[in-house]
Each structure stands twice: as C-alpha cells, then as structure tokens.
C-alpha cells in the first residue's frame, strides 16, 4: 500500500510553472488596459525625472504675459501650450508641476497605506477592544467630509507638501483600514494561520507574513485607484489655494490661478486640467488591468 | 402489471464544453435508460461528468456546454427537437432537480412560501390561495414539522435538513415524472442524510417519481436505487442491478471504489483499504484504449491500449454491463489484513481529560453556550481515539482547547504532567509546541497559498526548534515529504499546483515536522474524494504506528472512525455520550444516540443495517433540553426521568461508559445495528 501511495504522488506531477508568488505583475503585458496605464504613469514619470533637461523654460521666469499657444518668445524659442496671465510658460510649468504631484501623490498614498494596513490587520487578527477602538476612530474621521478635513488640518497648520501629505494620510487611512480588516477577517480564519500559530509565531509575524500577502492583490488596486484619487485631491487642494504656496507650480494651483482668463484664453486652464486627467486616467486604467489580473490569479 | 415504460432514455450521449484551449469532450458515449418510478444512481469520482450529464437531461448546459453526439429523449421526445419554450415546460413538469447546496438553491431575501408559489403563480396561472394550500401541503409530505411556519421562514431560520427538504419540495411541487437529484445529501450530517434518503424512498413509494441519484457514496445509492451505472473520465463503466454489482462488482474501478471506502459495519481487522492510485484523467488527455488504464491493477500492455473498450454485457439474463476487456479473467485478490496492536496491560496514558468545561458568552443579550461539558476521557499513548457526533456538537471546541486556541472554562486536560486546559497557545513552552500538532480538514485552506510547500514545511522545522542551519532544514523537509510519499521535487511547487490530497499530505508533513507526540486531526479527509480519503487514511496509520503518535480524529464519517479509531467518545451537544474502545462503542450495548449514528450510516455492501432515523432537530446549544440532552430526539427515552434528571453515567467492563437512564443489561439487550450473520465475508 505505500508503493501505491508513492506512485500516487509521482504520477500526477502537475505541469511546471515559475509559481512566483506575485505571477500576476510580470503579467501585466497580457491586460492592455494595464499596460496603456502603466505607460501613461511612466512617460509622467520620466517627464518628472528629467524636468530641468526638457523644460524649455524656467518654470517661474516671466516672459511675455497671455501668449496663446504656438507664439515665439523673444529668444526664438516657441511657446507650445502658451503662456499665463503673468507671462510664464505654461508647458514647462506643467513639466515641473508634475514633480510635485508625483513626489507628494505616491509619498501620500504610501503613508496613508503604511497606517491603514497596519490598523486594518491589528483590528482584523486581534479583534477585541483594539478592533472597537480602531474601528470606531475611522467611522470618526469618515464622518468628516473630507474637503471639510482637508480645509480644517491646511488652513490650520499652513499650506506646505507636508501637510499635504498627512491632511491625505488622515483622510485616507480609515478607507484602507477597512479595506485591510475585512480581508484580515476572511483570512484569519484558515487553517494555515491557525498551523503558524500552532508552531508559535509571534503575532506580528502571522499579521505580516501569513496574513498580509495573501491580501496584496485587492491590496494593490485599491493603491493604484488610490493614487488616482490623490492626484485629484491635491489638485483640488491646489485649486482651493491650499496647495504648495506659490510661486512654485502646482496643477491645481495653475488651474486656480488662471480661471478667471478661462473664457477668454482657455488654453491656460485647459492643458493642466490635461495633465491632471490623463495622470488619474493612467491610474485609473492601471487599477482596472491589475483588478483582472489578480482575479484571474 | 404492465412493463413499465421508459421515461428517460440517453442514448450515445456526447457533450463537450467549448474553452479557449479548443473542445473539452466532458461526456462521451454514455446510453441509459430509467423507467417510469425508477431510481437509478450514478456513481463516481468529482470530475467523472455526472453533474454535466444531469445538467445535459435539464437541456441547462449553459453557453459553453453542448450535446455533441447522441440524443437525449424525455417520454418519448427528443430534447434536440424541442423549442426552448417546451424545454422550460419539461424542466418544470417533467423534471425537477434537487442540488447539493439547498442554501444555495434557494432565495435568502426570500420567504419559504413566496419561493415555493412563485412558479405556480407566473408559470401556470394558479390562483393565490391554491397555490399557498399545495406549497403546505407538499411541505408536509417533505415531513416538515409546521408547515405553515416553514411558509413564513426565511432560508437562514431552518436547519441544514430543512433547508434541503424544501428544495426536494419546490421540485416536487410542479409534480414531475422525473427527479435528478445531485449529491442531495453530501453538505449534511448522516443522522440528517438518513432522514433525507427515507423521505425519497417514501416518495418514491407513494408518487412514483423515477429519479436519477448522483452520487460519490455507493453506500447511500444501495438504500435508494435499483440500478447503478458507474460514471469515469465521462463514460460508463460498469450498469447493472444494485444487488448484483455489490454482491460482485465486476469493473476494476468499481471493485476500487468498494475497496476505497472503510465500512462500519466491520471491524478493522476484516477490512482492506486500498486506494485507487493516481486521479481521474482530464478529458483532453485521456489514454488510448480503456480510459481506466493508467490507474488499473490488470493493466495489461499491448491489449487494454490497443482499442477503445467496448460496454459490453455480461450476460442475456441482466441488464449488467461493464467496459472491461479483462472483466472476465480478474477478481478482487484477498490483501493484507489489518495486524492487531498488541493490547499490552501496559498501557500509558497520555492525554486524560477531566470535567473540561468550555462556556462561550454571546455578546447579544448575555446568552450563555455550553460548548463542552464534563468532558472526560483518556487517551492511551500511540493509540488513536476519535471523538464523534453531529456538527455542533462540540468537537472542534474540544480540538480547539486542546490545541490552545482557546482556553477551557474550567476542567482539565492533562497531557502528559502539564494541564493544558487554561494554557493558551503564547504561554506554552517551545517544546510543547512541538509535541501537539494539528492536521486540518480543508486542503485548499490548510497551506498558505503564497509560500512553497518547502518553505511551509522547513518554516515548521525551523521554528519548532527540530533543526537550525539551511542544509539540516532542507534534508529535514526532504524526509517529510517522503514520510507523505510525495517526491523531492515537491519542495518548489505552490499550493495551488496541487491536487487537494497532495495538500493534505503536506499538510501532515508539515504537522510531524517536530515528531510530534499527540497529533489532533480535526476532519482530515472528509473534503476529500473518496478514492483519495482511502489513501489519505492509510498513510496517517502508516506514520503513527512507524512513530508511536498518539491521534486525536475529529470525525463524523463512522467507516473512517472504525478503521482508524482504537477508543471512541461518543458527544451530542458539548457531552460525552459513550466512551470506550472502538469494538465497544460498535457493538451493543449502545448508547441510544450511538445506535442511532450507526444506523444512520450508509454501508457499501449488502448487509442492510437496522435503521433508526432520529426525529426533531438537534436542540440549540444556547437553551439545551433539560435532563438528558438527547431526550428530545430518544427513541427509546423512559418518561419523565429523562427530562429532568441529568443520567447517571453507567460504567461497564472494560471502561467502557455510557451515560443513559436505561440500565445497561436493557440496552444489552438490543440487537446489533450491523447483524454480523448478513454482513459479506469479503475473502
């Protein structure tokens, strides 16, 4: 009987593949969705990088007010998406701007993420009074609409990227702790958490080891979608005059700045408002592709 | 009388799905008939094609399915040739399916009785209130207590049974020639099953609907139906009558599938388990000639891969087929019988088990559960004790204290000098992590899906302190995984590349990865197809006799517990109801629920076992029946004593105990559930 039980196991190898734990991002290539995302997200990524080298001109330098967009500057060069009302170019103040919201965006996300998993799984594997407090704590802050939030931490501490970030993370965070606790919730009960704690794994170990990447996929979605939402919520900050204090640019703040020339010389709104929409479209397009992908895992 | 006519009649029927990786032949050439009140079953492994076919008869194939080749004809009618308008009107007066998953089948937003008359009402135009009057009246002939409370209920406010009794009562409503029903038992408890199988019978009897009985239990198809065909790899292997195929089953895969299954009506010496080597071909790589033959004992080269076998009949008398070319010249061979463990005097004890009370609180209105009641009992070192009863019965509460996932409320449980009642898992020393390990009941949830199987189980080596540097954990993982009989190579796969015993096999490994001295195994192979479970079984006797474990089995299924089991505790709501050793606890005198059980156990033979089907549901565990908590479903209950003392706990020979009011020479007296003058000698 144990030879039939060996030629059990032998016969049915099933078929060789590279099991890799996070197949799925290698396959990224196969969803088009998420490769037309991800090359949105990186040609911003590179326009961000190299921002001195491309920038036709300094971002903040004024050079001729309301250009309309094909005009010369005097030196020659060509003004390709215009200029604003105080004459700076509007395509290299968006080349540079996307630094600051490809910093601060992914910067707000991941502390928003870092604190939210981090009380998702505590409040998903221990349960308990930690789970009432934490739990209670995020139906706080979510009661609170967030511009409301976002007003109330800016005005109150002053508009600087750093008080973006945690006016972000605080508003964001709770989200994602429920997101991470009802898949802590579905996890902690399966037999495999119960074999780590049988064999006397400290508690975090199985939270983060055990628990945390069998949850990555929905995980991971929820940050692309995120990050599309951050992108809007600091260009929305930026509009309110909340955002990085000027003169530096800024999407939302170009946007602010100009929107009173809006019907007139429409080009100052329009091309940020472009920036802004095609960054959140690659997110978006990214979050979709991976959201199969995971799926089909 | 006359001959009655055929009702359904398959004739060459192909069906093949259409995926990406081009047509997958689900079906092929499989010719049935059932007659008008006939109950034929059809048996085999998950993925033979049985619910492909049920699904074919009901024309519901969906997109990807279709019949292929052959006809399927219904009273006469060809299916190919019906509109789809007179394929609902057959699907709802012709035929009516019952699921396997009742809570699925029906509406949980819904009322009992809005589901139950919605197809009365919009399909046939039948009045309100007559609809209403035949929705109670067919619950009633389901046996549901109360019908017009069932009306009312939603899904989630019944028991599992009911739930299964109102869907066999929502196909039988439209009144049907024909009933498939699709492993209509195999989510509940047998106490529930047997009730569930004497109501088809019942039906049968009094309506004379035919029914197609798919199933993996030979045991359940011998109760119910006539005739059997045996399904495998999408073609039938082996018809014919009930009586003849279990008096001599003649395919080789069907002998497999008797020989697979442990009885409990014998004991363990007379048994011989043997499982069925290898899985079920996929449809797209099946072999050349017959279909079995990878997987066959009398393969013979040369001649059972040279041409397709045919079904052929055995002989002019019977309606019996098999596709075997060798049916002829092979017969089951005797195989070694179990070798009795010596039942020295000498035997230690190395879990006992004192007064273990586990309460759990509810938070809504301070309702109080007694999960575990003055549990005791004793295990012997290196032996195997199996606790049964129905689900809710406080098994799992019971492996759950042991293993220190949570703490017991008061009471003891004394594992070789340490209590480990009030010892929760963070407080027990390293090595008594060790010691105490757990195999678990479901194969897709036992492994962490994002690790390899050598990382899970050298993790387990590693942290149980067994061995320390990267060349000792990596031989340590090899020779776990040859203890399970799986190959080296295993050691880079990931969970999902392997088929659900080769998890469970992991999944021992990984339990004796520190040698442990007491493994609690909580259901290990009730998930599991039954060709595997005789394997899987097999290979955890194996190991605890070559390393003196002690087993702890968490188990309902009575044919596994008496091949397995040396000691038996018997527990119905959270108390123990027998105890003593596995030739005691199966043989008279028994505790009423014990015969009970018993009885309600579907045997795969011909020894037709005395049936008691217990009435009532089991009690809810937050308000149990005072006295004698079986007294609300005891057969044999005396009177009043039952309901309000707690009975004595009656101590016989051999330690063996049963808690019952009725004195131990009366329940003596009783005939034994399995009479041993009817049961098969198999040699």
Known sequence: MSAAGAEIAAEVLPPPSRGLRFGWIRRIGHSKVATIGLLIILF?????????WISPFPPNLPIRPMASAGVRAPNGAVFWLGTDHLGRDILSRIIWGSRTVLVYAPLATACSFVIGITAGL?????????????????DLVLAFPALVLYIIIISKFGASGINIVLAVTLASSPAIMRLTRGLVLALRTRAFVAAAQLRGEPAWRVMVVEILPNASGPLIVDACLRLGYVVITIGTLGFLGLGLPPPDPDWGGMINDTRKFALV????????????????????LLADGLRELVTED | MLKPSTLLALDDVSISYHTRAGAVPAVTGVSLAIDEGEAVGLV??????????????LGHLGGRGAVVGGEIRFAGRALAGMSPDEIRRMRGRGIGIVYQEAMAALNPSMRIGAQLTETLIVHRGTSRDAARKAAIATLAEVKLPDPERVMDAYPHQLSGGQQQRVVIAMALLPEPRLLLLDEPTTALDVTVEAGIIDLLNGLRRSRGTAMLFISHNLGLVGQLCERVAVMYSGELVETGSVADMFATPRHPY???????IPRPDLPRREQHLTPIRGQVSPPNARPPGCIFAPRCDWFQAGRCDAVRVPLEAVDLASDARVRCLRWREIAPEPRPAWEALATGAAEQTILAVSRLDKTYQLRSGGAVVRANQQLSFDVPRGRTLAVVGESGCGKSTFANVLMGLTSATAGEIRFETTDLAKLPLDRRPALLLRDLQMVFQNPDETLNPCYSVGRQIGRAVRKLGVERDRAGVQARVRALLGLTRLPA?????????????????????????????????????????????????????DIQR?????????????????????????????QVMEAGSAEEVFAPPYHPYTEALLSAAPVAGLARNRRIVLSGELPSAMAPPSGCPFQTRCPRKLGAICETERPPEQLLAGGHRILCHIPPDELGRVPPVYAPEETLAVD
């Open chain 1, 265 to 284: 010389f429409p080009h100052m709104v329009l091309f940020p408002c472009l920036a802004v929409c095609s960054l959140v479209l690659g997110f978006n």
């Open chain 2, 546 to 574: 070559n390393q003196d474990t002690t087993l702890v089995i968490i188990s309902h299924d009575l044919g596994f517990v008496r091949y397995i089991a040396d000691r038996v505790v018997v527990m119905y709501l959270g």
């Open chain 1, 122 to 138: 505590l409040a998903g594997f221990k349960r308990g009074w930690i789970d009432e407090a934490l739990s209670r704590i995020t």
């Open chain 2, 254 to 260: 069907t002998m497999g599938l008797f020989s697979c």
């Open chain 2, 489 to 541: 190579a295993f050691a880079s796969r990931r969970p999902r590349q392997l088929s659900g015993g080769q998890k469970q096999r992991v999944g021992i490994a990984r339990a004796f990865a520190g040698t442990p001295k007491l493994v609690v195994a909580d259901e290990p192979v009730s998930a599991l197809d039954v060709s595997v479970q005789a394997a899987i079984t097999e290979l955890l006797r």
């Open chain 1, 44 to 52: 911003w990524a590179v326009v961000a990088v190299t921002a001195p």
């Open chain 2, 44 to 57: 085999g492994e998950s993925g033979c094609g049985k619910s492909t076919l049920a699904m074919a008869i």
